[in-house]
């Protein structure tokens, strides 16, 4: 596979943070193998994994070999780069069904099973850590790097001087001579020269560095991307219902489709560099689109596809679409009964609702109660019979006169039936 210039594509999609000197030349020379961390504490990825994901897969797709590196053996401590206390340890048992999880979602982005040369690797740290012991780790690795060298980085520092009662265990503090051996030891066994991560990893990567210098005498590169912001300064991968996780599971495509779809002008623009495939022509000209009639919102909608579709599917991506479209646009009786009923939830979450019983809506439910007096979605059995004459009442989507009696059929997954009166304004009968 020809090589191509790795750096000079991540600095025109503004991924490069750090990097250390002739890194670009050693790139060009012939395929090379890079590493990026990822931390297996939970069985999902979310979309803050996404920078590092994307690192390698760019690196492959410029023709070099990644390496994900499940860091089973220090998801065991936990990293104290960005974190004020000290996070809960995991089992190993835990740890391996994370790892094969995180596994799964890598696999959209990394060939790990063509057989070409640059194939990725998934490796985990715990596989080599695990049988090392105390004593023979402080003498065969600690001794090479200074407590002065370790209290220096920012991620130690920041510990020690802020307001934390806690402090930085011991545990903790020997993190990152632990991942400066994970890229000692993928140097020596992997051929492994460059380790990638955020830019608040670069303490730890240049460790790792200093140990393959004074350990193995030889040279290893170090790169980090910008830790990703929002433009109205809210953390980027938070929801107000949290973390925007990668399992289907966690957070729906549907819910994922619509953080994308709703990323501010700025945003869009800095996201579909970085989180999509598109080429810089065809990225340029979007923008040059979008800027045109922003109104049209061309550049949020082709990000949510790239990234819903490269996540989840093709199919996923055009659910959400038409998930999008009940509550924004045109849509059917047969547009909501497509939708699982974690999508239903998820589409009309905060609408109030109300439960009735699944007898009586299988025995007819007269149209003035289910408005009024079984549901309160209107104050009055008057303001129900108004609202029918105008024509302003839909059940499903599809609209209803005052002679109309909600029954087994309307019921959307056998659970839901959607009231709506005008074009805003909803409401939920669940049978229970």
């Known amino acids: ?231 109205d300064g809210s953390k980027f991968g938070k929801s107000e219902g949290g973390n925007v996780w990668l399992d289907a599971n966690r957070t729906s495509p549907y819910r994922f489709y619509q953080y994308w779809v709703n990323s501010s002008d700025d945003d869009a623009e800095k996201y579909v560099k970085i989180f999509t495939f598109l080429d810089r022509e065809t990225i340029e000209n979007l923008i040059a689109e979008h800027k045109k009639a922003p109104h049209l919102r061309l550049l949020q909608k082709r990000l949510a596809q790239e990234v819903t579709t490269t996540v989840h599917s093709t199919e996923d991506f055009e659910k959400a679409v038409r998930a999008s479209d009940i509550l924004f646009g045109n849509s059917t009786s047969e547009d909501l009964k497509t939708l699982d009923d974690k999508t239903f939830l998820d589409v009309f979450e905060g609408v109030p609702q109300a439960e009735i019983s699944k007898a009586e809506i299988i025995e007819g439910l007269d149209i003035i109660a289910a408005l009024a007096e079984k549901t309160g979605f209107l104050k009055s059995n008057g303001e129900a019979r108004r609202a029918l004459k105008e024509n302003s009442i839909a059940v499903n989507k599809e609209k209803v006169s005052e002679n109309y009696t909600v029954s087994e059929k309307d019921l959307i997954n056998g659970q839901f039936v959607l009231l709506q009166r005008g074009r805003r304004n909803y409401f939920v009968i669940k049978a229970v």
């Not at 490069?16 to 990822?38: C, K, N, Q």
């Open 1 to 231: 596979m020809e090589l191509k210039n790795f750096i000079e594509e991540l600095q025109w999609r503004g991924m490069i943070h750090d990097v250390m000197p002739e890194t670009e030349a050693h790139l060009m020379e012939t395929m090379r193998s890079a590493y990026v961390g990822f931390d297996p504490t939970a069985d999902s990825l979310h979309i803050g994994n996404l920078v590092p994901i994307m690192l390698l897969s760019f690196y492959q797709r410029c023709g070099h070999r990644p390496v994900a590196l499940v860091g089973g053996a220090t998801g065991m401590i936990g990293d104290p780069s960005g974190k004020g206390t000290e996070r809960n340890l995991l089992d190993e048992t835990t740890l391996r069904h994370n790892q094969e999880c995180v596994k799964n979602q890598l696999s959209q982005f990394l060939d790990f099973t063509s057989g070409a040369e640059n194939q990725a690797l998934l490796v985990n740290n715990y596989d080599w850590m695990k049988e090392f012991s105390f004593l023979d780790f402080i003498r065969n690795v600690g001794k090479h790097i200074t407590v002065n060298y370790m209290m220096a980085k920012d991620s130690v520092k920041s510990r020690l001087t802020g307001e934390s009662a806690d402090g930085l265990s011991f545990t903790e503090f020997t993190y990152q001579l632990i991942q400066g051996y994970d890229f000692l030891h993928l140097y020596r066994n992997q051929n492994c020269t460059l380790q990638m991560g955020g830019s608040d990893q670069w303490g730890n990567i240049t460790t790792g560095t200093e140990l393959i210098r004074r350990v193995a005498g030889g040279k290893g590169y170090a790169l980090t991307c910008p830790l990703i912001t929002k433009s």
